[in-house]
């Protein structure tokens, strides 16, 4: 069982940055990533690692504003959020893989319990 801690969320404007931070503890997987849930709409991928390197992969919507990053000794992962939006305004939900499936959208099975983003416009 892989237990997964968010933090970081928060109110901020539009064009403000966050980072989110994710620890991890439990059994071994082999990527990680996150998703977003805002109110309505279905969950979504947003970004995923690989946990012993390699590119990481981004959804259309954040390439370029959001960093995906991971500090293995820590067994924690990040994501830096920058230029935010009001439409990035969601709950942020970290996901662990014992494979890689995480990596094209799809979850594993270990979520945390995710932490709120508030973008004002």
């Known amino acids: 069982q892989v237990q997964l801690v968010e933090s970081g969320g928060g109110l901020v404007q539009a064009g403000g940055s966050l980072r989110l931070s994710c620890a991890a503890s439990g059994r071994t997987f082999y990527a990680m990533g996150w998703f977003r849930q805002a109110p309505g709409k279905e969950r979504e991928f947003v970004a995923a690692i690989t946990w012993g390197g390699g590119s990481p992969y981004y959804a259309d919507s954040v390439k370029d504003r959001f960093t995906i990053s991971r500090d293995n000794a820590k067994n924690t992962m990040y994501l830096q959020m920058n230029s935010l939006r009001p439409e990035d305004t969601a709950d942020y939900y970290c996901?662990?893989?014992?494979?890689?499936?995480?990596?094209?959208?799809?979850?594993?099975?270990?979520w945390g319990q995710g932490t709120q983003v508030t973008v004002s416009s």
């Open positions: 996901n662990a893989d014992r494979f890689l499936g995480v990596l094209s959208g799809i979850p594993g099975g270990s």
